[in-house]
T-cell receptor, first 110, second 113 residues
Framework: RKEVEQDPGPFNVPEGATVAFNCTYS??????FFWYRQDCRKEPKLLMS???SGNEDGRFTAQLNRASQYISLLIRDSKLSDSATYLC???????????FGAGTRLTVKP | NAGVTQTPKFQVLKTGQSMTLQCAQD?????MYWYRQDPGMGLRLIYY???????DKGEVPNGYNVSRLNKREFSLRLESAAPSQTSVYFC????????????FGDGTRLSIL
């Protein structure tokens, strides 16, 4: 079983739609979680951290469910510019390095 | 990408050739990392350096060596390139504790023929 698993998609949605991605992780002791965004042929860029109580940043909402070992990302009112691959990232305990999911590809269409 | 500079941006090598990928960060951060990214797979850690003078193996270290030359620079060397090392390589800094994210350079696209 992979340490971090994501549905690869692609998710194709119209502008203005709400879309949600889930990500599961295998190490129950993991302490920190992030969502990154990666545009085609570019580097991953931090989108948002995921906090235990859930957090929101504009149109983006991230949630953590420790009992079921998954994190989620909700994007409301999708924009064309949201088209990208979204990477789920988990930091295993007692390690500096991170574990990355393979990414979920989102295409927002006019 | 502000904070991290990777060189070169692109490189084509023949099997058996050697080369060094360079990475420098100007954020005065202790921790630096080298990842590779292959289609359909998440980024995989090759090596990391928690501080100047220390390096540790990551998930996929075979075929690579690293040098933490100083606090700014962390280089990745392929001694004898193989086609399986064709990939996009990213350098990153950050993550000194579990709540800090990492930040990436814009990558080196390496093809081995």
């Amino acid at each position: 079983r992979k340490e971090v698993e994501q549905d690869p998609g692609p998710f194709n949605v119209p502008e203005g739609a709400t879309v949600a991605f889930n990500c599961t992780y295998s190490n129950s002791a993991s302490q920190s979680f992030f969502w990154y965004r990666q545009d085609c042929r570019k580097e991953p860029k931090l989108l948002m951290s995921v906090y235990s109580s859930g957090n929101e940043d504009g149109r983006f909402t991230a949630q953590l469910n420790r009992a079921s070992q998954y994190i989620s990302l909700l994007i409301r009112d999708s924009k064309l510019s949201d088209s990208a691959t979204y990477l789920c990232v988990v930091n295993p305990p007692d390690r500096l390095d991170m574990r990355f999911g393979a990414g979920t590809r989102l295409t927002v269409k006019p | 990408n502000a904070g991290v500079t990777q060189t070169p941006k692109f490189q084509v090598l023949k099997t058996g050739q050697s080369m060094t990928l360079q990475c420098a960060q100007d954020m005065n951060h202790n921790s630096m990392y080298w990842y590779r990214q292959d289609p359909g797979m998440g980024l995989r850690l090759i090596y990391y350096s928690a501080s100047e003078g220390t390096t540790d193996k990551g998930e996929v270290p075979n075929g690579y060596n690293v040098s933490r030359l100083n606090k700014r620079e962390f280089s990745l060397r392929l001694e004898s390139a193989a086609p399986s090392q064709t990939s996009v390589y990213f350098c990153a800094y950050g993550g000194v504790n579990s709540n800090q994210p990492q930040h990436f350079g814009d990558g080196t696209r390496l093809s081995i023929l």
